[in-house]
């Protein structure tokens, strides 16, 4: 007999779910719970190599308000029906919105989308799940409140509260998200609501300037975890500097990314240039300025090195393309602009490249909106490369050192190409640490081209764990695999953790490896 659903939890019979869909809709309303083919596909869209059908659900839920998140908990709880949480955007590149495990419900909290409060003079802002960042920005801008946003590309349909609870990154000085993340409400499994840092206190008024609180952090549980589910976090934003200058400088070799990052790192560590620095590889600006590969070859495999000279060329980029910004006043930006061309003068090599150069050419022009807090959807144009629509972000860790990043593209390169596929990554330079980004584009169409994309992601997993380096974030069909990365004991902690707060296990089974 063919079910009315596209699938159903694990182990639940139809009738058991039937009744408790017959509660959702009595406590949300019939228009906030979607069961039917056409409304819930859209959800089950992936971009990784594996089948569709592994991670389709059972049904999509909305709220709008934390009285109706509590309410779907508790129906969760009584039906043992497991729920995938979701805010807005669509997390591309690490598994977009489907959920890990095949028939768990989709709770949409985009409705809930209120800017909740924004505070000029001590520059914070308390908001809800559903608020994109071009809502945040746009209602800045609307009421002439001079702070800038820091968010992740492609930015406008992304949320500053997802993406920093998968611990994203973006582009001015505030630019590592969760450590301007202050206070969040979190509705726990049992339907509890929680106030981390200063919120659980009567007649607070501290709860987005204090991190901290009293006694053990929380916050940083909820982050990549499936603990509970944030109904609101604070922020703190920067104010707008009287002078913004952002720079690029272009590398013409492959090989120069060692000496790259040792002229960066002291530059970056001693805050002359404050905001993450990112050094883009050659494919990473080509794709985002619209080149598709199909324009210069469509032989299989990587695409030889003549070729990407070429584009190189006629693109007029870089091997390597740096982007930086300096902020502050006209003084401090005319010293700290001597800092780093000096130290470029004594590296002796790179072209330098004003914004009063570049003007509105691309890729130049979004990266510059990335660093001075306007959103743009720019970085999309990534999945143009090769098309078909697959996109999976390998994104390992390692130190600010030369050598260290020389390594892990070496090694990305060649995996990369082993399997038929091409090097687009970038490196983010955080104050100690860098963020490599490698995006593994390929024809989801293919079956054969998705098969060796999922042999490919496996063996850069394997290759580089060997090598003592480990991914940040990772998408939903490989959560399991990283998680075991870190080792036995972190993870027995975290399932101690989530057997004592969500004994029944509803929420979110199996994000980021943590189950009961």
């Not at 095949?102 to 909290?109: M, P, S, T």
């Not at 053990?216 to 944030?230: K, R, V």
């Not at 130190?399 to 970038?426: M, P």
């Not at 080792?487 to 189950?515: F, M, S, T, Y």
Request: aromatic share 10%.
């Amino acid at each position: 007999m063919t079910s009315k659903y596209m699938a159903l939890p694990e182990g639940m019979s139809e009738n058991t779910f039937d009744a408790a869909i017959a509660k959702f809709k009595a406590t949300l309303g019939e228009d906030n719970v979607m069961i039917q083919e056409d409304l819930v596909r859209p959800y089950s869209k992936i971009m990784m190599a594996v089948p569709t059908e592994e991670h389709v659900p059972s049904a999509v839920v909305t709220a709008t308000t934390v009285e109706q998140v509590q309410q779907v908990v508790k129906i969760c709880n009584e039906f043992k029906v497991p729920v995938w949480t979701i805010s807005t955007g669509r997390n591309f590149g690490y598994g977009s919105a489907a959920p890990v495990q095949r028939g768990q419900i989709i709770l949409d909290l985009r409705k809930m989308n209120k800017i909740l409060h924004i505070d000029p003079e001590l520059c914070t802002a308390l908001v809800e799940p559903g608020v994109t960042y071009q809502q945040l920005y746009d209602y800045l801008q609307d009421n002439n409140i001079p702070l800038m946003l820091s968010f992740s590309a492609p930015s406008a349909i992304a949320g500053p509260l997802g993406n920093t609870m998968d611990r994203g990154v973006g582009y001015t000085p505030y630019g590592e998200h969760f450590m301007m993340q202050c206070g969040m409400e979190v509705v726990m499994a049992n339907g509890d609501v929680l106030r981390t840092g200063m919120g659980g206190v009567k007649g607070e008024n501290s709860w987005q300037v204090f991190k901290w609180g009293y006694g053990p952090t929380l916050d940083g549980m909820f982050t990549q975890s499936n603990y509970g589910i944030c109904t609101k976090m604070g922020f703190w934003l920067m104010p707008k500097p009287p002078v913004f200058k952002p720079f690029e400088i272009q590398f013409d070799e492959d090989s120069d990314i060692n000496e790259i990052v040792e002229f960066i790192r002291p530059l970056r560590i001693a805050q002359i240039i404050p905001n993450s620095v990112v050094i883009a590889g050659l494919l990473w600006e080509a794709s985002t300025c619209n080149t598709r590969r199909s324009d210069y070859t469509t032989e299989p495999g990587a695409t030889p090195e003549a070729i990407l000279k070429q584009i190189q060329k006629d693109k007029h980029l870089g091997a390597w393309n740096v982007y930086a910004a300096l902020y502050g006043t006209q003084e401090q930006v005319d010293v700290n602009w001597k800092i780093v061309t000096d130290a470029l003068k004594k590296l002796g090599k790179g072209r330098l490249i004003t914004q009063e150069e570049a003007g509105d050419t691309q890729p130049f022009k979004y990266r510059a909106q990335l660093m001075s807090s306007v959103p743009n959807l720019q970085e999309f144009g990534l999945y143009n490369w090769r098309g078909g629509g697959g996109s999976m972000w390998f994104a390992p860790v390692s130190q600010a050192r030369g050598s260290e990043c020389d390594k892990q593209k070496t090694l990305a390169k060649d995996i990369l190409n082993k399997y038929g596929f091409d090097y687009v990554g970038e490196f983010i330079v955080g104050w100690r640490d860098m963020h490599h980004v490698i995006d593994v584009l390929y024809d989801r169409s293919n079956e054969e081209e998705t098969k060796r994309a999922n042999a490919c992601f496996n063996e850069l997993l394997d290759v580089f764990e060997e090598h003592g380096y480990a991914v940040y974030r990772v998408n939903t069909a490989f959560q399991e695999r990283v998680a075991q990365s870190y080792g036995p004991v972190k993870r027995e902690v975290e399932r101690k953790i989530k057997r004592a707060l969500d004994p029944n296990g509803i929420l979110a089974p199996g994000k980021c490896g943590i189950d009961i």
